[in-house]
């Protein structure tokens, strides 16, 4: 029978000089396993398991912990432990490593691993340890540690199973080594409520949080810009349109040109001059998005506009296969990514730590022209969509194998969407999926989508033809009803491998009357995990669920973050194996890398309706600092909307900005120093589900009093005229008046 099962840890902490103890408790109702031949499939849920050939295939559980920023973990160690064996005999299925998914004209081989018989005829357990550190790095100055566990052990000679019932671990830590600091609060706030989400001690977070610290630059000038560009003439005019109005709702942005960086920055080559770039924005304005905005195809002249690193984890064809475009180089910004200075980057030995810093997009324009329809796709989905089309979720799944089940995946992302969604499943299994119905879905209108097929660089496929190619990107004509997608498919993001051309997810993105908003696919092999028919979901998929999980589970709501949400919950299942467990054929580490993101990393996507904002305020505000007070109601109940952001802005002078959060009422006080009578004063206020609501006040001389006479003798009687004028030059009425 079939159990429901969860892993349930019972996590107590206590802080003693240089160690943490934590107590972790394990069920064994909770194990279940599945016949396959005359295996046992061994699984927990949610957890993957060992990935080296003919090895006991038992789960294999990784954790991360949040420790005292300057630390440096020593061990990990068990200072107590009881366990419990599951009853009956175990034939635990051999392990089997990923397997690249099927491209058109080409299938991998799905090879069966027979027992390794040294290990299988052994009455030693296996594995050998229960706990082990892998490793730890920073994550915008946070120190985290990453654990792996072992809680079954197997007997295979005996066909035992052990678990670990209840287990004290005992971090062991050296401090002030190497103390990990934040640029500003506000990132050390936003940093470490999303630790929060991935760590096992989130009761910790706020007394480890890392010290300010916000260094001088010898390149920048000092300032506060949440948003950079990265581009070069004669598209960096354009982005400036899209930097004026991630300004004006409150994220202060700049555009930066490559050609400044190069000549400014050291570096080996264009890519580690930009990314010293972003780790110096990042210590001195507190930089938390980058939008590369050029393409990045090193492999067609003129294509190469703003670099990206091509990173190595394993061989698995020829070059250029194994060297693998990967944007996150620009976003993981803790080491160099070339710790042994060999220049092949990403490498298990350059301790690459996985966690993103700063969220990165790519806007995979070559003209102005295409820029600008970038941008106008942005601003027509943030600001003015039509809405009809927002709450539907696209699922067309190919048939990746004949004996495999593809449904899992697609029913899973279908159970998270809110109630009121329309999942559109377009099997081909089922026959309802082919070119025409693509076509015709996406015209119609899709919010987001997850695409299982079949993949190259020039589109997506079932049973050896394409369900939608580049040529159907270009004819698409859904207009500005823009929706995003993910894909678990081979090759359709690699776009430095189209001779003359783009690549699939680039045709999406520049597609001239409609395609996608934003789109995130792999630049080289998507990767599966087959075991004998049964669906075990492999490491593209994992990254892509979790993707949906973090929006709809964990209100994580912009694109770039939850990309980054989801490769930093699975980013600690990709460290160096051991020495009884090769972990480096779990491709966890080759899809964070391939895994891009084409798009605005900083746009929020739509999970409802979106709803209007009633914001009342004075239309004229005063020359001077004084209070300009907002208030904020649901146009439709009229009830006051917490915590929506408002961002007071002058076109004019840079220098008048303030930005607040509503409170309980609605409401909000901002105090933005407006000198000069005549200007504008832009008033943005936004709220996620809610259209961005734009207005503008007037900055006027202030109330005009003269009193005439200006000085009089208290011993002589006198009559005195004090006149008031408003704002725009009437007499006031009613003014108290005291002499």
């Known amino acids: 029978m079939k159990k429901v099962l969860s892993l349930i840890f019972f996590l107590n902490l206590m802080l003693v000089g240089g160690t943490l103890d934590f107590f972790l408790k394990f069920d064994p109702s909770q194990v279940i396993h599945r016949k396959v031949k005359n295996y046992d499939l061994v699984e927990l849920k949610g957890y993957p398991s060992i990935k080296t050939p003919g090895k006991p295939g038992l789960p294999r559980v990784v954790k991360t912990f949040v420790i005292p920023s300057d630390a440096v973990p020593v061990k990990v160690e068990i200072v107590g432990m009881e366990t419990e064996e599951i009853p009956g005999e175990f034939y635990v299925y051999p392990a089997h490593p990923d397997v690249p998914l099927p491209m058109p004209g080409r299938k991998f081989e799905l090879k069966e691993y027979e027992p390794d018989k040294k290990v299988y ?42 678990m670990a019932t209840d287990v004290k671990i005992r971090i062991v830590y050296e401090d002030g080594k190497n103390r990990g600091y934040v640029p500003c609060e506000k990132i050390r706030e936003e940093a470490g409520n999303y630790i929060r989400n991935i760590v096992e001690n989130p009761e910790d977070v706020e007394r480890f949080a890392p010290r300010l610290k916000k260094t001088g630059s010898a ?80 492999l067609n002249a003129g294509e190469n506009i703003v670099p990206c690193r091509k990173a190595y984890y394993i061989a698995v064809d020829n070059a250029p296969t194994d060297s693998i475009p990967s944007d996150l180089y620009y976003g993981d910004l803790d080491g160099t990514w070339d710790l042994d200075g060999d220049h092949v980057y990403g490498e298990y030995e350059d301790s690459v730590f996985l966690y993103t810093d700063v969220y990165v997009g790519r806007a995979p324009v070559l003209t102005p022209e295409q820029a600008q329809r970038f941008i106008d796709k942005v601003l027509t989905y943030e600001k003015n969509p039509p809405t009809d089309y927002l709450k539907k979720m696209m699922l067309p799944t190919a048939v990746l194998w004949s004996s495999y089940d593809n449904l899992p995946l697609q029913d899973s992302i279908a159970r998270m969407t809110p109630a009121g969604w329309f999942d559109a499943k377009m099997y081909e299994q089922d026959g ?209 909307v917490e915590s929506a952001y408002v961002c007071i802005s002058s076109p004019n002078d840079t220098s ?84």
């Open 121 to 162: 005829n052994s009455n030693n357990p296996f594995p050998s340890y229960t706990v082990r550190l892998l490793g730890s790095g920073l994550k915008n100055g946070y120190r985290l540690v990453q654990v792996e566990i072992f809680p079954l052990k197997y007997i295979p000679a005996k066909k035992r199973l052990i």
């Open 219 to 298: 390149l920048l000038n000092p300032g506060n810009y949440e948003y950079v560009i990265i581009t070069e003439s004669p598209l960096d005019t354009v982005f400036q349109k899209l930097a004026d109005w991630e300004r004006k709702k409150g994220i202060p942005s700049k555009v930066v040109k490559v050609s400044w960086i190069t000549s400014n920055y050291s570096g080996y080559d264009t890519p580690e001059k930009i990314r010293n770039f972003i780790i110096d924005a990042y210590n001195t304005w507190g930089t938390r998005y980058i939008l590369l905005g050029g393409q990045g195809d090193d």
């Open 432 to 640: 309802n999926l082919s070119e025409e119905a693509m076509i015709e879905s996406l015209n119609v209108g899709y919010g987001m989508g997850h695409w299982e097929g079949h993949g190259n660089q020039y589109g997506i496929y079932m049973s050896g033809n394409p369900f939608l190619s580049s040529e159907d990107a270009d004819t698409l004509h859904n207009q500005d009803k823009l929706g995003i997608a993910i894909s678990i498919a081979c090759w359709t993001g690699a776009w430095d491998s189209v001779p003359n051309g783009d690549c699939f997810a680039e045709h999406l993105i520049n597609s001239p009357d409609g395609g996608l908003v934003a789109v995130m696919m792999n630049s080289r092999y998507g990767w599966g995990a087959y075991v004998n028919g049964q669906y075990v979901p492999g490491p593209s998929e994992k990254l892509d669920t979790t993707f949906f999980s973090g929006i709809f589970d964990h209100g994580v709501y912009r694109v770039g973050d939850a990309l980054a949400y989801a490769k930093d919950l699975w980013a600690p299942y990709a460290w160096p194996e051991s020495i009884e467990v090769d972990s480096s054929l779990d491709y966890l580490r080759w899809c964070i890398y391939e895994l891009n993101l084409l798009g605005d990393p900083e746009m929020p996507l739509w999970t409802d309706t979106p709803g209007n904002l009633d914001v009342a305020h004075n239309p004229v505000h005063p020359v001077g600092g004084a209070a300009f007070s907002v208030t904020v109601a649901d146009s439709s109940s009229g009830t006051p």
């Open 656 to 739: 008048i900005y303030a930005t607040g959060w509503t409170d309980a009422s609605g409401s909000v006080d901002l105090f933005p120093y407006a000198q000069v009578p005549g200007d504008t004063l832009f008033v943005t206020v936004t709220k996620h589900n809610y259209l961005p609501h734009e207005s503008i006040a007037i900055v006027v001389a202030g109330l005009q009093v003269t009193v005439n006479p200006d000085t009089i003798n208290i011993n002589t009687p006198t009559d005195i005229t004090v006149t008031v004028l408003d704002t725009l030059g009437s007499p006031e009425d009613s003014i108290g008046v005291s002499i």
